[in-house]
């Protein structure tokens, strides 16, 4: 059980069908040939790319972000408002592009398991030395950690593929990685958040502590969601989505390490998470709208 590819797919149909307010596209493909789909909402100038699952685990930030989509769609549509942010002024400020899973097929790993039969069993059992897919499963199809494949600092700490924390031949190596690089690099993107699960933490910048672009808004996205303000340190702190973005744009960048537990983050944690990474989502659009 757990909110695997084909259940965004369905959640992606309904959401087309209820509102004419997004645009729905494939920014590329995984490695097993899924589209990784970008849903494009708002009509401003300011572009805020928001990610999710790029762990196969981490399911439940997928889950939450087609739910942030949906109730942000309703109330900006009303003009109502969402934690005292004022959604209608907010969607025509702010565009946001969010990215809900971009590691489909490590999160159908690691949701369904891998089939005998499959292509890419044979190939991970053999590399990896793993049997039991299921709930271990961090990586893509190929074993690589994608949130180590970013062009950051990045380094090869574990030699070979792996259920995690394998960074890829080189930067860049995975589909997924360069979907989402590609996809920024023509976008104009002028702020980034990237879900991961868990912890109640948000990381920010890159490297700097004192990082004047991006800790200004951490410290209000930590007081509104309660969540600890967290600097990287050890193996979190390369080839991460956020650290490539932050270096490559010097414009802010966040991880936000949602919910407490034990990953995966079990579906019905939805409701204990969803309001404080709304928040998050909000407060962030906020400040793009009221930058320079
Ligand atoms: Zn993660």
Redesign the pocket.
């Given at each position: 059980m757990g909110y695997d590819y084909a259940a965004l797919c369905r959640d992606i149909e309904k959401l087309n069908e209820k509102y004419d307010m997004t645009d729905i596209f494939s920014i590329g493909k995984s490695v097993m040939g899924k589209d990784i789909y970008c849903i494009k909402t708002g009509n401003g100038k300011k572009r805020l790319f928001i990610g999710g699952a790029?762990?196969g685990?981490?399911y439940l930030?997928s889950l939450f972000l087609m739910r942030f989509i949906d109730r942000y769609i309703r109330l900006s549509s009303n003009g109502s408002d969402f934690f005292g942010f004022d959604t209608d002024s907010i969607y025509n400020a702010v565009t946001m592009f969010i990215v809900p899973m971009v590691n489909p097929d490590g999160v159908d790993i690691a949701v369904n398991g891998l089939d005998i039969n499959n292509p890419y069993h044979r190939r991970l059992t053999e590399t990896a030395g793993i049997h039991e897919f299921s709930h271990v499963w961090?990586a893509n199809a190929r074993g690589v950690d994608i949130?180590h494949n970013f062009d950051a600092d990045w380094k090869m700490t574990v030699p070979y593929p792996s259920p995690t924390k394998y960074g890829g031949k080189h930067p860049g190596s995975e589909p997924e990685t360069r979907a989402v690089t590609g996809f920024i690099q023509k976008s104009g993107i002028d702020m980034l958040i990237?879900f991961?699960?868990q912890g109640g933490e948000i990381y920010y910048g890159f490297m700097e502590p004192d990082d004047m672009i991006s800790l200004p808004v951490a410290k209000k996205l930590a007081d509104i969601s309660g969540y600890d303000l967290a600097l990287p340190c050890g193996t979190a702190s390369y080839g991460g989505c956020k650290d490539w973005f932050v270096k490559e744009f010097k414009k802010p960048g966040f991880?936000v390490?949602m919910g407490r537990g034990k990953?995966p983050l079990p579906e019905n944690m939805i409701d204990d998470v969803f309001w404080d990474n709304a928040k998050i989502i909000l407060c962030a659009a906020n400040e793009l709208m009221h930058s320079a």
């Open positions: 790029y762990h685990l981490e930030t961090q949130n990237a991961h699960s991880t390490e990953n």
